[in-house]
């Protein structure tokens, strides 16, 4: 007997149109927060994201690291269509 080992991957994986996150308060809805854009990494970076995201909304001061990733950056509008 002989088996064959396979892999399948059936996901979605967001990616925003710059190729950076997407993390932070949606522009004109207060109150609600993303954190997506993170492609075929996001299982890498869930952890980091989870905290510096749960920090920023306890505080409401934004980590350094995460202003980079702001929604309203100007090169996703850039980008849009």
Same mark, same amino acid.
């Given at each position: 007997?002989?088996?064959?080992?396979?892999?399948?991957?059936?996901?979605?994986?967001? %990616?925003?149109? =710059?190729?950076?996150?997407?993390? @932070?308060?949606? &522009? @004109?809805?207060?109150?609600?927060?993303?954190?997506?854009?993170? =492609?075929?990494?996001?299982?890498?970076?869930?952890?980091?994201? @989870?905290?510096?995201?749960?920090?920023?909304? %306890?505080?409401?001061?934004?980590?350094?690291?995460?202003?980079?990733? =702001? &929604?309203?950056? &100007?090169?996703?509008?850039?980008?849009?269509?």
């Amino acid at each position: 007997n002989s088996a064959t080992a396979t892999t399948d991957t059936h996901s979605l994986r967001p %990616r925003s149109r =710059d190729g950076k996150f997407i993390i @932070g308060e949606a &522009p @004109g809805c207060p109150g609600f927060w993303l954190a997506t854009g993170h =492609d075929s990494i996001g299982i890498l970076y869930s952890t980091m994201t @989870g905290r510096l995201l749960s920090r920023w909304i %306890r505080t409401g001061e934004r980590p350094a690291l995460l202003a980079t990733f =702001d &929604p309203a950056r &100007p090169s996703l509008a850039a980008a849009a269509p």
